[in-house]
């Protein structure tokens, strides 16, 4: 995957033929919004946002988008994972009508993971679909969710399990706009970061273990594990798109996360996702471990370099109960990835060699829960 680097800003293409599109990162590419949208056609773009992040980076949207012509409308909803709901889309939905959003418009998603998974989806349901912009303001958006064409809402049963595949017309990744995250906010972002390097990119994975103090500071670091993020990602959705094969091997860790997701009721004050995410990396090293197939030093490495930077490792790490593994078992099996009602797992041999395996017996993902909630270790504050 070719990445362009002129000056500040990266530009990394997303190959899917008729579909294709770039992702372009660097400081202060949010000011491209309005031109961006002049030179795809738009006279109008609805803006979906949260309300935090509206208070931080709505207004010089709005105005590069006014400065262009564009008709441009605010539509505000809630932060927090609860946002991904069937009543938030027909909000979301019902506020797309009112600014006359027609199939020649944008739908611009600026915010996290949740605001690109459910604009993304209203954008696809829209007239039976209207192009979008992603404007990821997180870590965690910038190197996973805004690329690839996912989007969803949650449901009571599990996480994404509504959406549809819709992939934007153009990804600006505004690298100034993480200054404005929480520690915590960041350190969940690189739990994806961490992941590329995990599935299949030994030497990504130790650059990481030796600079991943240079990517929280930010600069030429911190741009580089992006732009490395995002190529790993678009490569492998340019080769499968819809997750007939190997994209599946972008979920590392995230059967067990978005189990645990659901066991918390995706209460971020206790989890949120990328910490969810770190768990599951451990989780599904520790596991391979378990049945011989990589060894124990090598899942302790990993485990070492995500508790170094921060991050939760264990399921006792999470406040308060999450449930046994019986209830952890019955998350697992609504997982997207079930196939025939047997679960897929994303293990793997080795750092960086990460494969995907459909012939685990259920007994044996439950007795290495079981002894994950029976034997848990100091948390990683103590």
């Not at 009571?156 to 990804?171: A, D, R, Y």
């Not at 378990?290 to 399921?315: C, F, K, N, W, Y």
């Not at 019955?330 to 041999?349: H, N």
């Amino acid at each position: 995957m070719t990445v362009f680097a002129p000056d500040d800003l990266t530009v990394v293409p997303v190959s899917l033929g008729d579909r294709s599109y770039e992702i372009k990162i660097g400081p202060g590419v949010l000011a491209e919004a309005g031109d961006a949208a002049k030179a795809l056609g738009a006279r109008n773009v609805a803006v979906v946002t949260d309300q935090t992040v509206a208070g931080l980076h709505l207004e010089p949207v709005m105005a590069s988008l006014e400065a262009a012509g564009i008709n441009a409308a605010p539509i505000i909803v809630p932060p927090g994972e609860s946002t991904k709901s069937f009543a938030h889309l027909e909000k979301v939905c019902a506020g797309l009508l009112a600014a006359r959003i027609e199939r020649g418009d944008l739908v611009l998603a600026l915010g996290g993971g949740v605001v690109g998974d459910l604009a993304g989806f209203a954008a696809a349901v829209l007239r039976r679909g209207v192009r979008a912009i992603q404007a990821p303001t997180s870590l965690l958006a910038q190197v996973d969710s805004s690329v690839g064409g996912k989007t969803g809402i949650n449901t009571p049963v599990g996480k994404n399990l509504i959406g549809s595949f819709h992939q934007p017309s153009l990804v600006l990744a505004d690298t100034d706009v993480l200054d404005t995250l929480s520690p915590r906010e960041f350190r969940a972002g690189y739990a994806e970061v961490v992941k590329y390097g995990l599935i299949d990119d030994t030497e990504f994975f130790m650059w990481l273990e030796r600079n991943w103090q240079d990517v929280f500071a930010g600069g030429a670091a911190r741009t580089r594990a992006i732009a490395k993020s995002c190529a790993s990602k678009a490569s492998i959705v340019s080769r499968d798109e819809f997750e007939t094969g190997d994209r599946a091997l972008l979920n590392l860790g995230h059967t067990f996360a978005h189990a645990l997701e659901g066991a918390v009721a995706y209460d971020g004050t206790r989890l949120v996702h990328g910490e969810a995410v770190a768990i599951g990396l451990a989780l599904a090293f520790r596991f391979s471990a378990s049945l011989g197939l990589v060894s124990q030093a090598e899942a302790d490495r990993v485990v070492d370099h995500l508790r170094a930077v921060g991050l939760p490792t264990r399921i006792s790490d999470i406040p308060g109960e999450v449930g046994n593994a019986d209830r952890l078992m019955d998350l697992m099996a609504q997982d997207k990835k079930v196939k025939a009602g047997r679960l897929t797992f994303i293990l793997v041999r080795g750092i960086g060699r990460s494969f995907i395996s459909t012939d685990i017996p259920p007994q044996n993902a439950k007795s290495f829960l079981e002894a994950e909630l029976a034997e848990p270790v100091p948390s990683f504050d103590d």
